[in-house]
């Protein structure tokens, strides 16, 4: 599924930040921040992506898309 290659994407970038952030202890602390919210927001892109995994494994991929759609008529 599309979703497993974004997750792993994500995954792959959050532990090349989290390697670049250790490795270097003299980043200026704005740019650190930057960082520091960059990853944050990638380990909750994670988290989401392994729900939605979870929730197309328990009621399927028909039945999530389903409830993906809007109300008809949109």
Same mark, same amino acid.
């Given at each position: 599924?599309?979703?497993?290659?974004? @997750?792993?994407?994500?995954?792959? +970038?959050?532990? !090349? =930040?989290?390697?670049?952030?250790?490795? $270097?202890?003299?980043? $200026?602390?704005?740019? !650190?921040? +930057?960082?520091? &919210?960059?990853?944050?927001?990638?380990?909750?892109?994670?988290?989401? +992506?392994?729900? @939605?995994?979870?929730?197309? &494994?328990?009621?399927? =991929?028909?039945?999530? =898309? @389903?409830?993906?759609?809007?109300?008809?008529? &949109?």
């Amino acid at each position: 599924l599309f979703i497993n290659n974004q @997750q792993a994407e994500i995954a792959q +970038l959050n532990v !090349r =930040l989290q390697q670049f952030m250790g490795a $270097d202890k003299n980043i $200026d602390f704005p740019f !650190r921040d +930057l960082l520091e &919210d960059l990853l944050e927001e990638c380990e909750e892109a994670i988290d989401w +992506l392994e729900t @939605q995994q979870g929730l197309i &494994d328990y009621i399927t =991929l028909p039945n999530y =898309l @389903q409830t993906q759609m809007g109300p008809k008529g &949109d």
